[in-house]
């Protein structure tokens, strides 16, 4: 269904560091820089058909988080979103809601961690129990 999810960056570089650590534990290479044609620059991450790319806004005006939105990203194991969060944690991220760990939903159990990248965007890592 989905081709792609962008997002904005407002420092592009401390944006792609974090993306680097917490993309690179689940398997993605460092992002690759194309720059857009009006100048921005752009870092894309490709993993297993999927891209997710940070950008600085081409209308130049700063990079805003969406309210109530969350970008989910599966992951292999509990362990892996540990190591996960604490990439995110350690390269300028910030932890919210709820520590890393399992919830149960009446039948549904599953793993979740929660991250806000250096532009507040908010970031999940789940994996369905």
């Known amino acids: 269904m989905f081709s792609h999810i962008m997002v904005g960056a407002n420092d592009i570089e401390k ?3 974090f993306y680097d650590k917490v993309l690179g534990v689940l398997g993605a290479d460092e992002g690759r820089l194309f720059p857009n044609l009006t100048g921005q620059k752009r870092y894309f991450y ?3 058909g999927m891209t997710f790319c940070i950008s600085e806004p081409i209308n ?3 990079a805003t988080s969406a309210n109530g939105s969350t970008i ?3 992951i292999k194991n509990e362990a892996a979103g540990d190591e996960w969060h604490k990439a995110g944690v350690e390269n300028g991220g910030e932890s ?3 520590p890393p760990g399992i919830r149960q939903y009446d ?3 599953i793993y979740l961690a929660y ?3 250096p ?3 908010k970031l999940c890592a789940i994996k369905r129990l």
């Open 46 to 48: 490709f993993l297993e």
């Open 72 to 74: 989910g990203f599966n």
């Open 115 to 117: 991250l806000r990248d």
């Open 96 to 98: 919210i809601e709820d």
């Open 60 to 62: 130049n005006k700063p």
């Open 15 to 17: 944006s792609k560091l």
């Open 119 to 121: 532009s507040g965007n």
């Open 107 to 109: 039948e549904i159990k």
